[in-house]
């Protein structure tokens, strides 16, 4: 069961990574980076609503990883 935690960690972490990039590379309406952002903007929505974006800078996929990495740590450790 830890694997497997620690798998869709990593996964969900990728997730956010390859966001991150393709908003920077491809332009909004590229399938591409729809496609990943359908996947990763549902869970980036409530941390936007607490902590909205600074300027140009959202700090929402960052927070969304450290939210996933103790998470993942806990429920690990919550099943041996």
């Given at each position: 069961?830890?694997?497997?935690?620690?798998?869709?960690?990593l996964?969900?972490?990728?997730?956010?990574?390859?966001?991150?990039l393709?908003?920077?590379?491809?332009?909004?309406?590229?399938?591409?980076?729809?496609t990943i952002?359908?996947i990763?903007?549902?869970?980036?929505?409530?941390?936007?609503?607490?902590i909205?974006?600074?300027?140009?800078?959202d700090?929402?996929?960052?927070?969304?990883?450290?939210?996933?990495?103790?998470?993942?740590?806990?429920?690990?450790?919550?099943l041996?």
């Amino acid at each position: 069961m830890a694997n497997f935690i620690n798998m869709l960690s990593l996964l969900l972490t990728l997730l956010v990574f390859v966001y991150i990039l393709s908003t920077w590379v491809f332009p909004p309406f590229h399938s591409f980076r729809q496609t990943i952002a359908s996947i990763v903007e549902p869970m980036l929505a409530p941390i936007r609503r607490v902590i909205p974006p600074v300027g140009m800078l959202d700090f929402s996929p960052f927070i969304l990883l450290i939210i996933v990495q103790v998470l993942a740590t806990i429920l690990i450790g919550l099943l041996g």
